[in-house]
C-alpha cells in the first residue's frame, strides 16, 4: 500500500469551474515549455514530429483529494515517462525533478480554477521538438504540462461502477512488441481508436477488448484489463501490455487485502469463464465488465473481489471515487 509520503503534497482549492468553455475564460493555463500560456492559446507546430509521426511519449495521472497519484516513486508516473524517453531516444532537456517541479507549478498556477472534491487529470506530452531550419520555430524539445478537470469525464461513467461495461473483443489487435514496446507510453496510438470503432459496430455502448498476436487477451485502449478466477486476480502477461499505474496500484492493493495475484497468458475462453472481470485505468480508476462479447461474467456485477480492490483503493487514497463519479453525475444532471 502507498505510504504518506508516495504522494506529492500538492493540494489546491478556490472556486470551482464546472466546463470547458468557462475555464477557458477564466484562463485556465497550460505549461508550453517554460512559459504559461492560456488553454485556449496552446498549441503544437504542426512540424513537430508528435504531430508529424506520432514521435512523443506523455504520461497521465490524476488526483485524490487534492493530491496527486503517484507522480513520483518506484513505479510511478513521472519514472515511466522517462523510462518512455530514454527507450526511444527522446531528450526534453529537463530531469525529473525539474518536470517534477514544473508539474507542481502548473497544478499551483491554476489552483483558483478548482474546489474542494474537484479533482482532476494531469497531463505530461514531450517529444524532440521541430527540427532545426524551421522558420520562426526554435530548435528545442516539445514540453506540455496541462490540467484537465474529472467531473465532465467521470459523470457519463458513474452508472457503469455498479452496473458493469460491455466489452467487445476486436479483430484489430495490438501492435506486438516485436514492433513498439508497448510500455513506452507514446501518442502513435491509431490502433486504439481502430479497436473502439470496431467495438462500437457491433454495439454502440460495447468497450474495446483486444488480444496480441497469438490470441490472447492484451488490454483495452488505454485501460488495462484483468480477471478474477477462484478468487484469484490475474493479469495478461506483461510481454504485450502497457505496464499502467493503476493495474500496479491494484496489484498493491490485492496483496494488502489477502487477494492473490498472478500473471499469464489467458484467452477468451478464460475471459467468458472468468467469475469477475474488471478494466482499470487513471481516471476512473475501475470498472466492472459485465459482459464480453454477449456473455455474462460471473454473477454479481461488481463482484466480492473487485469490491474488496475498490474498497482497499478507497482506503489507499482517502477518497471514495465511485461516490465522486455519482456526485459529479447529480450535479451536471
Known amino acids: 500500500m502507498m505510504k504518506p509520503d508516495e504522494l506529492s503534497a500538492a493540494k ?22 517554460g512559459r504559461y500560456v492560456p488553454e485556449a492559446e496552446a ?45 526511444v531516444g527522446i531528450d ?50 516539445t514540453v506540455v504540462i496541462y490540467l484537465q ?19 467487445q473483443i476486436t479483430n484489430q489487435r495490438s501492435v506486438p512488441a516485436r514492433l513498439i514496446d508497448p510500455k513506452v507510453k507514446n501518442t502513435s496510438r491509431i490502433y486504439y481508436r481502430l479497436a473502439q470503432a470496431q467495438a462500437e459496430m457491433v454495439d454502440r455502448d460495447a468497450w474495446a477488448l483486444m488480444t496480441d498476436e497469438d490470441g490472447f487477451i492484451t488490454e ?8 478474477v478466477q477462484d478468487g484469484v486476480l490475474i493479469s495478461p502477461e506483461s510481454r504485450n501490455i502497457l505496464l499502467g499505474v493503476t493495474r500496479s ?20 475462453y478464460d475471459v467468458i469463464n472468468a467469475d469477475e472481470a474488471l478494466f482499470c485505468t487513471t481516471s476512473f480508476v ?22 474488496r480492490l475498490r474498497a482497499g483503493f478507497i482506503a489507499m487514497t482517502g477518497v471514495d471515487y465511485v461516490a465522486q463519479a455519482r456526485r459529479f453525475a447529480e450535479e451536471l444532471a
Not at 483529494?65 to 530514454?86: C, D, I, N, Q, T
Not at 492493493?253 to 489477502?258: D, K, L, Q
Request: overall charge negative; some cysteine; proline content about 9%.
Open 12 to 33: 489546491i482549492g478556490g472556486g470551482r469551474t464546472t466546463d470547458r468553455e468557462s475555464r477557458m475564460t477564466d484562463g485556465l493555463l497550460v505549461y508550453q515549455n
Open 149 to 167: 478537470p474529472l467531473r465532465e469525464m467521470l459523470a457519463p461513467r458513474a452508472p457503469f461502477y455498479q452496473t458493469g461495461v460491455a466489452a
Open 249 to 268: 496500484a491494484l496489484i498493491d492493493v490485492a496483496g494488502e487485502v489477502g487477494v492473490p495475484f498472478i500473471e499469464k497468458n489467458i484467452d477468451a
Open 286 to 307: 475501475m470498472l466492472p465488465v459485465a459482459t464480453v462479447d454477449g456473455h455474462a461474467i460471473g454473477t454479481a456485477i461488481p463482484g466480492p473481489v473487485t469490491d
Open 43 to 87: 498549441a503544437v507546430s504542426v512540424f513537430d514530429p508528435g504531430v508529424m509521426f506520432g514521435y512523443m511519449v506523455f504520461d497521465v495521472t490524476r488526483t485524490f483529494g487534492g493530491v496527486p497519484f503517484r507522480l513520483r516513486g518506484e513505479w510511478g508516473h513521472l519514472e515511466r515517462l522517462y523510462a518512455s524517453m530514454k527507450r
Open 220 to 227: 483495452g485502449p488505454a485501460w488495462s484489463f484483468m480477471i
Open 92 to 141: 526534453c532537456g529537463m530531469d525529473i525533478d525539474a518536470m517534477e517541479a514544473a508539474t507542481l507549478a502548473t497544478i499551483e498556477r491554476n489552483a483558483g480554477h478548482f474546489g474542494d472534491g474537484d479533482d482532476y487529470m494531469i497531463r505530461q506530452y514531450v517529444s524532440n521538438g521541430p527540427p532545426p531550419g524551421v522558420p520562426g520555430l526554435p530548435a528545442e524539445p
